[in-house]
Structures are given as structure tokens and as C-alpha cells.
């Protein structure tokens, strides 16, 4: 592949289940998927995870470690080791990148030893552990017939408690790879350029996506929110950025199979657009 390669977040597709988004991935055109290892069970299994990969001629670019709220018992109760097991499958499936997000607050033991072990993984494997920037549980919601920019006139956003330890930054704290999710800093009301920059050469993964602001997690189709989704890509292809920029996009409003298949090929049409490297003069 050529340039910066484009992958599908298997969890771009749910309710569909992980074969489809292999075949979604093939059938629209993007250069690879990432693994969303979450509660459905073909998607902990690592041999039939590589053998969709070979049938659809789709590689898996990267793998997102099984820290969702709704992933906890997912290969067990151990944070620690389950973030070990993501490097070990990523290995495995020849990806090199693993996403994950920084420790809940009440995983204290992970919490501090969180640090320690991305290094640890990282001087291991050749394998970049990139840490993704999160968001607050806010308490301000959309009213009935409300704007979203009349909710920010209200006070954008509201009251808000971070569940993540020490924060949903990883900037604060500083990592060698990162992943920036601008759906998560529209949750966040955060200035997601702002964010790019202070990751710096340690930005190693997008998630590209959408958001207007409003309280819960939305992943839109980049382009159909506040987010400077395309000054970011047009950023990283000036940049020579040689990580991977994955869709992560919520298809659940689509009412058919065509329907998410058009969110998928609008948002793999809005990365290549700008993503593409503009000719010297």
C-alpha cells in the first residue's frame, strides 16, 4: 500500500458481527482493520481473527486492547495481563500497534504499575503501545429539540468526574506513542489541534471520527461534527506520519446492510481526501 494506510475499527460495524467488517473493509476498499477485542467471542480468538485476515485478504493494522467498561472480563479480570495478551496478539496477527486507554480509578494496582508496563511491553516487542486520549462522565445532556450549541451557551462541557487515572490526558502524564480520538475530544471539549500538538512526534495512531460535543461518546462520520477532522489528516500527511489512521464510526443508525456500507465508504472517502499529499509547486 501507498501513503498513509486507512484501516476500519471492526467495532465500525457493530451490530453487524467481525466477519462482516473483514468483508465491509475488502468490499469498500480500506488497507487493513483494527481489532476491537471486546464481548464478542470471535473476536478473542486470535487463530480465527488471522484466518478471516487471509480470507479477505484484509491484514489487521492494529488491536484495541479489550479495556472497554463493557471488555472487563474479557480475558479475565487482569488489566495487567490483558494488555501483555493484546501485544502478544498483535504480534501474532502482524500488527504494530496496540491501542488502549489509561487505567480506570479503581484499577489502583494498574494504575500505578501502568506506566512501567507500556514501557516494559514496549522495550520487549516491536510493538507501540499507544495510549488514547478519553473523556469525562458528564452530567449535562441534550434537552428535547435543544441545539448543540445552545447546550454550549448552557456551559459546555458540564459538570463532569473523570473516571481514568491520573487523567484522560495521556499527555499529562507522557508516553512514547499516542492515539488521538477526536470523537473522544469532542466528549471532552477538548481543542483537539491543541491535543495533536502537544502529542507531537508521539502521535502514532488516529482515530478518525466525529463529534458535536455532546455528552455521550458519539463517533460520527468524520465531517458531520465540530471537529477539525480534516485539518488533522491534512496535518499528518504533511507531516510524513507513518502510522496508521483508523475509521471508528458508529453505523448503528443505519437501517441496512447498503446504508452502513455508504457511512463506511463516505468516511474512507473523507480520509483519502485528505490525507492526500498536496503536489510541490
Known amino acids: 500500500m501507498s501513503g498513509i494506510a486507512v ?72 488489566p495487567l495481563a490483558k494488555l501483555g495478551r493484546a501485544v502478544t496478539a498483535a504480534e501474532d496477527l502482524g500488527a504494530d500497534t496496540v491501542v488502549v486507554h489509561p487505567p480506570f480509578r479503581w484499577q489502583r494496582r494498574y494504575a500505578e504499575n501502568f506506566v512501567d508496563l507500556v514501557s516494559e511491553l514496549e522495550d520487549g516487542s516491536d510493538v507501540a503501545v499507544a495510549v488514547e486520549n478519553m473523556f469525562p462522565l458528564r452530567f449535562d445532556v441534550l434537552r428535547r429539540g435543544e ?14 468526574v473523570s473516571a481514568f487515572a491520573p487523567s484522560i490526558d495521556p499527555t499529562d502524564v507522557g508516553y512514547t506513542n499516542y492515539t488521538l480520538d477526536l470523537s473522544h475530544t469532542a466528549t471532552a471539549g477538548v481543542d ?69 456500507r455508504a457511512m463506511l465508504t463516505e468516511a474512507l472517502e473523507f480520509a483519502r481526501e485528505h490525507l492526500r499529499v498536496a503536489p510541490a509547486a
Not at 441545539?147 to 463532569?160: D, I
Request: glycine fraction near 10%; hydrophobic fraction near 40%; charged fraction near 20%.
Open 7 to 78: 484501516g476500519l475499527s471492526t467495532a465500525s460495524v457493530y451490530p453487524e458481527k467481525l466477519e462482516d467488517a473483514f468483508r465491509y473493509a475488502a468490499e469498500v476498499g480500506y488497507d487493513g482493520v483494527e481489532l476491537m477485542i471486546w464481548h464478542e467471542t470471535a473476536s478473542q480468538d486470535i487463530a480465527n481473527v488471522a484466518g478471516l485476515s487471509m480470507r479477505y485478504d484484509v491484514p489487521v493494522l492494529s488491536v484495541h486492547a479489550p479495556c472497554l467498561l463493557i471488555s472487563q472480563r474479557v480475558w479475565g479480570s487482569d
Open 147 to 160: 441545539s448543540v450549541e445552545r447546550l454550549k451557551r448552557r456551559g459546555n462541557p458540564g459538570t463532569a
Open 192 to 260: 483537539a489541534l491543541a491535543l495533536m500538538d502537544r502529542m507531537g512526534d508521539g502521535l502514532r495512531h488516529l482515530h478518525l471520527t466525529d463529534g458535536l460535543g455532546a455528552a455521550v461518546d458519539e463517533h460520527l462520520v468524520p465531517g458531520h461534527g465540530t471537529q477539525p477532522a480534516a485539518e488533522v489528516c491534512r496535518r499528518l500527511a504533511a507531516s510524513g506520519f507513518d502510522g496508521h489512521v483508523i475509521l471508528e464510526i458508529a453505523t448503528g443508525s443505519a437501517k441496512t446492510p447498503g446504508e452502513r
